[in-house]
């Protein structure tokens, strides 16, 4: 697709069990960040891929969440022992290079995750 | 260090009425800013961008923002606002050395008839 495209486009699950986030780029975009979106907040940033290798993953908030990039195209967020405060939508973008400043980001449609 | 400031969580205009969306930023190095519209249950979408060229940066359906780095400002405007108008707007800065950009908090935009 011309997009980035994530799956699902939502997820509900319960306290404590594990779950797999995935975000497929633009093809050719070398650079992925992960997003988390609460209600009524604006995008807080996660972890940044530059192709395989995770450039940046300050935003991780702890242990429990952990993102791979194997091939250097999808990515998939994973989150551990989920909590009932990580539900929010999950957003992922690609941009070209992702090195430098102005480069746009492209967002996919985003994962609403509910943890009951 | 980055970080911005939406002035308004909500603003409420009449269709055809001018539309300004306020965002403040600071940043320890020339910035790159830009403004992201977001649609119930849609994803993220440029509107536009400032790069260091123009001050005065046109985007798409009739936006326009101009950097006014005195001010620390980069507000939204737009002549006349339109139903589909109607959504989230998101001010966004990102530094020259940084690539992590950081989003602020959002502003409703929410359009009468």
């Known amino acids: 697709g011309a997009g980035v495209s994530q799956t699902p486009s939502n997820k509900v699950t319960e306290k404590g069990k594990y779950v797999e986030l995935r975000c497929d780029p633009i093809s050719g975009h070398t650079a992925l960040y992960w997003y988390r979106q609460s209600l009524g907040q604006g995008p807080e940033f996660l972890i940044y891929f530059q192709g395989t290798g995770a450039a940046d993953d300050s935003g991780l908030p702890n242990d429990r969440f952990f993102a791979v990039r194997p091939e250097g195209s999808v990515s998939t967020l994973k989150i551990q022992r989920t909590e009932r405060g990580d539900s929010a939508v999950y957003l992922c973008a690609s941009s070209l290079t992702g090195s430098g400043v102005g480069n746009e980001q492209f967002f996919g449609p985003g994962t609403r995750l509910t943890v009951l | 260090a980055q970080s911005v400031t939406q002035l308004d969580s909500h603003v409420s205009v009449s269709e055809g009425t001018p539309v300004l969306l306020r965002c403040n930023y600071s940043?320890?190095?020339?910035?790159?800013l830009f403004w992201y519209v977001q649609h119930p249950n849609k994803g993220l979408q440029l509107l536009l961008k400032?790069?260091?060229?123009?001050?005065l940066v046109k985007g798409i359906n009739g936006f326009e923002a101009e950097f006014k780095k005195s001010e620390t400002s980069f507000h939204l405007t737009k002549p006349s606002a339109h139903m589909s108008d109607a959504a989230e707007y998101f001010c966004?800065?990102?530094?020259?050395?940084?690539?992590?950009?950081?989003f602020g908090r959002g502003t409703s935009l929410i359009v009468h008839p």
């Open positions: 940043s320890s190095y020339s910035p790159s």
């Open positions: 400032y790069t260091s060229a123009a001050t």
């Open positions: 966004v800065v990102s530094g020259w050395e940084g690539y992590i950009p950081t």
